[in-house]
């Protein structure tokens, strides 16, 4: 035993000891609050390892020693193949009583009735330890533990893809993630195989578009679009069916950054939309989103000028509207990434009596994908037994054994149909015609029989129709963020005539278009690409825009306003600014140049929320800066304010200020417009509404 030299005066049960080698000890004789080995056996000393002798060889009998560094060397397991890097959240649905009418599923049927959900978010190309920003599509996966067992919906932020067979997949993520040879680019697309792939796929140019815009720049998982892309089916209680696109809709608008400032955010936090989903919880700002459909019924599907089971099409929301069927909410942060959002396992072919598929080929693809990789990732078949996964509603079959085996069934017979065990408790499982999962008797869409073959039905021909629908739909500021993502992307192509066949298939979405982009690359348009289908000018859908689409509204709410104080700022001014953003729903933050706080005009020491060059502009929507004269000439000499302030403006921000602040503004290079205010109302008006893309034309060349 060690020497017993100090004891602590914490509250805790703990008396910490301080070992011969100088080693602190947390010790305890406290009943249930041992440590133990993984058989139980109580541990006496977490901090030497058995030894011959005090300097001697560390002893092969050290079983502690041995099973801690045995756990630990198998702690990781095989990440994602694709949607590597992700985070969760816990939550609840609650249905309105329209989805009772579509579909006869437990979770659709009772508002008062909450099902509860967990939720990971994630980007797509880029591994574990990857960044939150990168020009990506996000995945938004929900799994539903309804009363009928688990739907999984395995959803993407953007509501198109890029193939429309499964069978092409692995050549998409082969080419996207990081090129084989070199080993990177790291979670980008910009790099020469992607891009080789894209230009030889015509079928992806839509996909493209969205994946171009600001769709792949979130602000934040709250403020994002969800979508289940395939199209799926929705049985009522008489067994009629309907045809649904899903979509989930963010209560807190649709908000995403510039791309600047997203490569800015990627450096100075990694971890920013999994810190912004944590710290929206954290603070009751629960995250919402309501869940829609398109529905529509076979004749109508049968008359759109594309066919449903294509996955790179949308129907436009002109032409079907969103039915709002239920509300998700997300209020819980899980208690441990690993078990739960590392260990979550999503299975599209996992759904529940009121939901079925259609014959979509990228969908039936995914039906086999998403089990088969979980055996991968999570080593065994009864990866269905760990917690995150587990149906809330009872398991009961014959299926027994494999890996890691947690339940231990009773009963002699373990085969169906049986005899032998009795009726009674322990009878065993039976099958039940009445509530079991009948599969939907399909007769329309896709006729179900045929001849074998590898073909593409004629009705998925058009690739480019619906890309120039959108880019056109677009507002003028978004069109110009998608033409200059397609510059910097082609930009970072090495190999030219990569950049030529992407140019010739751009020409086909729209001749402008391909202009912008070879204008920024400097190279001349080449002759369009042939075209399998003629390429039609659609009615336009502004539903699909960010900025001045339908979910762009102004607001304070869930906003974070980043508050820049130093010595001798104003204590009164301080505080009437953060207690009007706080009646607002808004999140007030107060930077200081030192952590611990700024003396105030009247002496005073107000501590800071966080440290200036800690906390760049990027990490909050708008900046008020409330200064001193004194102050602010000494944050013009401080390149972290300059930049604080010059970022805010670069990002097209609304920015507050004292007066006595304009030697910062100007050094920032700030000039006046409607987003430049005063501290006043005109401020909190300027803080909830959007940004200001007026200014984007004076400040960067865009394509
Ligand atoms: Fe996935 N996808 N995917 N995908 N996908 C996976 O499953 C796959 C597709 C999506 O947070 C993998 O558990 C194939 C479309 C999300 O855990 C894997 C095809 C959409 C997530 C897989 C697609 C998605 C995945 C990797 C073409 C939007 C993350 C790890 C047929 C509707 C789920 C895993 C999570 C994950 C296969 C296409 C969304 C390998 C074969 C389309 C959100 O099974």
Redesign the pocket.
């Known amino acids: 035993m060690p020497e017993e030299i100090s004891v602590a005066t914490d509250p805790t049960p703990y008396e910490t000891t301080t070992g011969p080698g100088g080693e602190l000890h947390q010790q305890t004789t406290a009943d249930g609050a041992h440590l133990t080995t993984n058989q139980g056996i109580v541990i006496a000393d977490n901090q030497n390892s058995l030894k011959a002798g005090a300097r001697g060889p560390t002893l092969l009998e050290d079983f502690i020693l041995r099973e801690k560094i045995f756990h630990f060397d198998h702690e990781r397991i095989p990440e994602?193949?694709?949607?590597a890097r992700?985070t969760g959240a816990h939550g609840y649905f609650e249905p309105y009583p329209a989805a009772a009418h579509y579909s006869k599923a437990a979770l659709f049927q009772d508002p008062s009735v909450q099902t509860p959900v967990f939720v990971?978010f994630?980007t797509v190309a880029g591994g574990a330890g990857s960044v939150d920003t990168p020009r990506d599509v996000r995945?938004?996966?929900v799994k539903f533990y309804t009363s009928e067992g688990i739907w999984d919906f395995?959803?993407?932020n953007i509501p198109v893809?890029f193939?429309q067979d499964?069978i092409k997949?692995p050549d998409l993520v082969h080419a996207v993630k990081m090129e084989a040879d070199k080993g990177y680019p790291q979670a980008a697309s910009a790099h020469d195989t992607f891009w080789d792939w894209i230009g030889l796929m015509p079928e992806a140019m839509h996909m493209v578009m969205w994946q171009m815009s600001d769709r792949t720049l979130p602000r934040s998982f709250a403020t994002m679009q969800g979508f289940?892309?395939?199209t799926f089916r929705l049985i009522d209680a008489d067994g009629q069916n309907t045809f649904v696109k899903f979509h989930w809709k963010p209560k807190a608008g649709l908000q995403s950054q510039i791309w600047d400032e997203a490569v800015k955010t990627a450096g100075a936090d990694p971890d920013f939309q999994r810190r912004d989903l944590f710290e929206r919880i954290d603070r009751g700002d629960y995250p919402e989103w309501e869940l829609g459909v398109q529905a529509f019924d076979e004749e109508t599907a049968n008359g759109f000028d594309f066919d449903v089971l294509d996955?790179t099409k949308i129907i436009p929301e002109e032409i079907v509207p969103v039915t709002p069927i239920g509300r998700m909410v997300l209020d819980r942060y899980p208690d441990n990434f690993f078990a739960e959002t590392e260990q979550?396992?999503?299975c599209p072919g996992n759904i529940v009596p009121g939901i079925d598929f259609t014959n979509d080929p990228?969908l039936q693809?995914?039906l086999f994908?998403?089990l088969d990789?979980?055996l991968k990732?999570l080593g065994s078949t009864n990866f269905h037994q760990l917690p995150i996964n587990a149906s809330r509603s009872p398991v009961n079959n014959f299926q027994r054994d494999g890996h890691m085996q947690r339940n231990v069934p009773k009963g002699r017979a373990n085969y169906e149909p049986n005899s032998l065990n009795r009726i009674g408790e322990e009878a065993g499982p039976r099958e039940c015609p009445v509530r079991g999962y009948s599969t939907y008797v399909a007769q329309d869409v896709g006729a179900e029989q045929g001849d074998k073959l590898r073909m593409r039905p004629e009705s998925f021909a058009d690739h480019y129709s619906q890309a120039r629908l959108f880019f056109r739909s677009l507002d003028k500021a978004e069109q110009a963020h998608l033409a200059s993502a397609l510059v910097f992307e082609l930009s970072k192509v090495g190999v030219e005539h990569v950049r030529v066949q992407v140019l010739a298939n751009l020409i086909n979405v729209d001749p402008e278009l391909a202009g912008r982009v070879a204008d920024g690359l400097n190279m001349d348009v080449p002759p369009a690409s042939p075209t399998a289908a003629p390429v039609r000018d659609l009615d336009l859908s502004p539903a699909v825009r960010i900025i001045n689409g339908p979910l762009d509204e102004p607001t304070l709410e869930g906003r974070a306003v980043g508050i820049l104080i130093a010595d001798g700022s104003d204590g009164d001014a301080i505080e009437a600014l953060t207690s009007k953003i706080g009646d607002a729903g808004g999140k007030p933050i107060l930077i200081a140049p030192k952590v611990g706080g700024a003396k105030l005009k009247d002496g005073s020491l107000l501590k800071a929320d966080a440290q200036l060059a800690g906390f760049p502009s990027v990490f909050v929507d708008s900046i008020a800066l409330i200064l001193s004269e004194e102050g602010a000439s000494m944050l013009a000499k401080e390149a972290a304010a300059v930049q604080f302030v010059m970022d805010a403006f670069g990002h097209l921000k609304a920015i507050g200020a004292t007066e006595a602040a304009q030697p910062l503004l100007d050094k920032a290079g700030v000039e006046k417009d409607e987003g430049i205010t005063d501290l006043g109302d005109r401020f909190l008006a300027a803080a909830g509404s959007r940004r200001y893309f007026d200014r984007e034309p004076s400040l960067r060349m865009l394509a």
Do not use: M
């Open positions: 994602r193949v694709v949607h992700g990971r994630s995945g938004f996966a395995v959803g993407n893809f193939i499964a997949f289940g892309i395939h996955s979550v396992a999503f990228l693809g995914r994908s998403y990789t979980q990732r």
